[in-house]
């Protein structure tokens, strides 16, 4: 399951980013964009989360996770148009392959909410 291996890299991505702020302030929510074509399962990554963060600083924190659709872009007939993920990438106009992606590979934090009012321990290690 690499959403746990992607857990890892967020959680030590949050923790690094922690240390970098004045005051240390409490994480109350991670947001992440995951696009469609990534082959990530929001539901695998939301437990993977939850199991990993037990007894750590972000325990209890709330991971929300906004999906992006798979977008395309036609060169030939330029029209950009969304693929059936594993059954028709193919332009559906002409029939040209997918070439330009233009949405639905992103994996990344969008945002984190924090509370200044609740100085947390940063873990050193």
């Given amino acids: 399951m690499h959403e746990t291996d992607m857990t890892k890299a967020l959680i030590f991505t949050v923790k690094d ?25 929001p539901a695998g990554l939301q437990f993977a989360f939850a199991a990993q963060t037990q007894g750590t600083f972000l325990e209890g924190v709330k991971l929300v996770i906004d999906e992006t659709p798979l977008v395309a872009f036609c060169h030939a007939c330029q029209q950009e148009y969304r693929p059936d993920i594993g059954m028709q990438y193919a332009c559906p106009i002409c029939q040209a392959p997918m070439d330009d992606i233009r949405s639905g590979r992103e994996l990344k934090i969008s945002r984190v909410e924090f509370s200044r009012a609740e100085a947390q321990a940063i873990p050193q290690n």
Avoid: D, I, N, R
Avoid at 19 to 41: I, R
């Fill in 17 to 41: 980013w922690l240390a970098e702020q004045s005051g240390h302030p409490a994480v109350k929510t991670v947001h992440l964009t995951v696009g469609e074509f990534t082959c990530v399962e």
